[in-house]
């Protein structure tokens, strides 16, 4: 593919435009988070509504949430966002953080969110070095965005997006993009069997669930991609930052032991490290192995 070597070829073209298509796919990523729960809840609602048989009168009549519509609106004063308030970033800045029409504060969270996918896909690409691969790769960072926010807000991890993202990576790496189809395999089934023997474990031994069915299958996405040799580092890294985080969160915040914290953006972070440093961790753990 001529065209796109000589892309892969000029680094400043390669970075410029991989940072302002993945600004555009943070703010798709926005409207991901925000929507997709909803789409969540009213399905789950629908579905108990349809098993209980209630009449059609008793049955909620929201308005369908989907990733398109309704239209984006100003949650404070409903004023549909017009397109030149919608560009990634600079829109929030052009606004001063405030809503047109009421003058209300609009969370900063956006524009971070979109800067910070901008961020790690072109860090994805210069540490991944120019290739079909690394652009490949980025569908796993961005993928990895929204879970861990999700996750931070709901403490769910959608199956809509681990499972295509477990099946992606297998699909790819049947081509090797990141390393090879035995490895990617054995690496989504020791990622999906590891953490659910953990979960069964500790339910065994306490009467109480550790963590939920997403985390499993996040693990199982990671293996498909990276392959079994960074499931290791990907458990131990996110355990570490998982533990400090939430020691952290327990001393300085008053956060109460009972009150669950999510596992998956330890599990994403741990991902997107092993993504990014991945022969340099398999060198120093097999060495340490002796392997």
């Not at 239209?71 to 600079?90: F, Q």
């Not at 709901?154 to 090879?180: A, E, K, R």
Request: charged share 15%; net charge neutral.
């Amino acid at each position: 593919m001529p065209s796109l070597d000589i892309f892969l070829s000029i680094p400043w073209l390669l970075y410029t435009t991989v940072a302002l298509f993945s600004l555009c796919i943070g703010s798709f990523l926005n409207v991901v988070i925000l929507r997709l729960p909803k789409m969540m809840q009213q399905g789950w609602r629908c579905q108990c509504e349809e098993f209980l048989e209630l009449p059609a009168e008793q049955r909620k009549s929201d308005e369908p949430v989907t990733l398109s519509k309704p239209a984006s609106t100003c949650p404070s004063c409903g004023h549909k966002i017009r397109a030149w308030e919608n560009i990634p970033v600079i829109s929030w800045l052009a606004l001063r953080g405030k809503c047109s029409s009421c003058g209300e504060r609009i969370s900063p969270r956006y524009p971070i969110i979109e800067a910070v996918t901008a961020i790690l896909a072109v860090v994805t690409v210069i540490l991944l070095g120019p290739t079909e691969s690394a652009l490949w790769a980025l569908l796993l960072v961005y993928a990895l965005v929204a879970l861990t926010v999700i996750d931070f807000d709901t403490q769910l991890l959608p199956d809509s997006i681990t499972l295509p993202l477990m099946w992606l990576g297998l699909v790819l790496n049947y081509f090797g993009v990141l390393t090879g189809f035995e490895s990617a395999f054995w690496g989504a089934v020791a990622g999906y069997l590891s953490l659910w023997s953990v979960y069964w474990l500790f339910k065994l031994v306490t009467g109480k669930e550790g963590m939920g069915h997403g985390d499993f299958k996040l693990l199982a996405a990671l293996g498909a991609w990276l392959g079994w040799q960074l499931l290791p580092a990907v458990i131990l890294l996110s355990s570490l930052v998982g533990a400090v985080v939430g020691i952290s969160l327990m001393v300085f915040r008053k956060h109460g032991r009972e009150v669950p914290i999510p596992f998956g953006p330890y599990l994403a972070t741990a991902g997107v490290l092993c993504l990014w440093f991945g022969d340099e961790i398999v060198r120093v753990w097999f060495g340490i192995l002796g392997v």
